[in-house]
């Protein structure tokens, strides 16, 4: 996902309480700093303010960060020289959307019947070795292709 130019990240969207990858190829990957640090927080007040030191790479400069429920994610970038690329002063700004409850798998704790499940599945399995063996040897046994094998003695 580019949302903006020089910065991908590797997920269509920004979803809350999610990690996220992002790859930076903007001013200072393109001067050749050695290092570059993803300076980030949350919200319009920048909440939770973080740095984190990028990994250089043939892509860009990587790194990975843990979102929160907040509505937006604000990032710039510094080198180790103190240059900054903060989308001459804008800051780059991205959404985070929340996390769709619908399509969240909660896990019931009670079982009602554990017992019945087993049951059923050592029938289901009982069942299909039965009639698997009607549908080899049967058909032998009428033809009267079916010999049983003997021990050779010797």
Known sequence: MELVKNIFFNTDKLIGNN?????YTGKLFQDESEEVFAHYGFGNNWDNLNEIKMEKTELGFQAEIELNSSDTLNLCFR?????????DGQNYIFPIEKPEMSLVVTEDKKISAPRKL???YLWSKKIRLAVYKIITYLPKIISGNYKRKIKNEE
């Open 79 to 87: 080198n180790s020289n103190n240059e900054w690329d903060n989308n």
């Open 118 to 120: 087993r049951k059923t």
């Open 19 to 23: 990690t996220v990858k992002i790859s």
